[in-house]
């Protein structure tokens, strides 16, 4: 069993930062492939973004391509979720996710996961 623990989330300007954290205990995260979903107030559910074990590969949605970052720390058991340019439509909550299944591909749906945190609430204004 692995617990997810977000944090990290809070209340920015546009065009600022965040970095979020997913701190993992239970198990050593660096076995998991792990990412980031979000859900905005009246929305789907939204993959982010995902990272291979090792932290050699990474996957993201094309509406955060080239301003979020998802990096891994397996020696703190931990990922990170550096989030630049913010907008106001990346406010929502956030999510890490976890799975044993370590092929990169079927990143999209949360219930391809084995493992979710509670979420943390990222709220950009303007």
């Known amino acids: 069993q692995v617990q997810l623990v977000e944090s990290g989330g809070g209340l920015v300007q546009a065009g600022g930062s965040l970095r979020l954290s997913c701190a993992a205990s239970?198990?050593?995260?660096?076995?998991?492939?792990t990412g980031w979903f979000r859900q905005a107030p009246g929305k789907e559910r939204e993959f982010v973004a995902a990272i291979s074990t090792s932290g050699a590969r990474t996957s993201y949605a094309d509406s955060v391509k080239g301003r979020f970052t998802i990096s891994r720390d397996n020696a703190k058991n931990t990922v990170y979720l550096q989030m630049n340019s913010l907008k106001l439509e990346d406010t929502a909550v956030y999510y890490c996710?976890?799975?044993?299944?370590?092929?990169?591909?079927?990143?999209?749906?949360?219930?391809?996961?084995?493992?979710r945190g509670q979420g943390t609430q990222v709220t950009v204004s303007s």
């Open positions: 996710v976890a799975r044993r299944n370590l092929l990169l591909r079927n990143l999209n749906a949360m219930d391809q996961y084995d493992y």
């Open positions: 239970g198990r050593t995260l660096s076995s998991y492939l």
